[in-house]
């Protein structure tokens, strides 16, 4: 099965901005999403695209700061970080799911069959 491996993560203060990325250890026609789990907290969604690029889907906390993209010519899904706020703190994991259609997305956790290890972003105030 795809192996992701997520990276980008790092020590930003406030306001600052990262870039995860995500590559996929194959090529195939997998919707990707991005999720966070804060310290003592549930994983949360955060972003979500379709095989196609052409869907794309956000958290209502990180809506207008947050963007995701991908490029399937390098099995890649990327998650540009601006504004970043302390409490986007966390561990950030990227996933993949073998959507139905290529416009398909999704934002819940069991509709994602295969998850990277996640990469650390701590944002100071």
């Known amino acids: 099965h795809v192996q992701l491996q997520a990276s980008g993560g790092g020590l930003v203060q406030a306001g600052e901005s990262l870039r995860l990325s995500c590559v996929a250890s194959?090529?195939?026609?997998?919707?990707m999403g991005w999720f966070r789990q804060a310290p003592g907290m549930e994983r949360e969604f955060v972003a979500a695209?379709?095989?196609?690029?052409?869907?794309?889907y956000y958290a209502d906390s990180v809506r207008g700061r947050f963007t995701i993209s991908r490029d399937n010519a390098k099995n890649s899904a990327y998650l540009q970080m601006n504004s970043l706020k302390p409490e986007d703190t966390g561990i950030y994991y990227c996933?993949?799911?073998?959507?139905?259609?290529?416009?398909?997305?999704?934002?819940?956790?069991?509709?994602?069959?295969?998850w990277g290890r996640g990469t650390l972003v701590t944002v100071s105030s």
């Open positions: 996933a993949a799911r073998r959507p139905a259609r290529p416009e398909s997305i999704a934002n819940m956790e069991n509709m994602y069959e295969y």
């Open positions: 194959e090529r195939s026609n997998y919707g």
């Open positions: 695209i379709s095989w196609n690029g052409g869907v794309t």
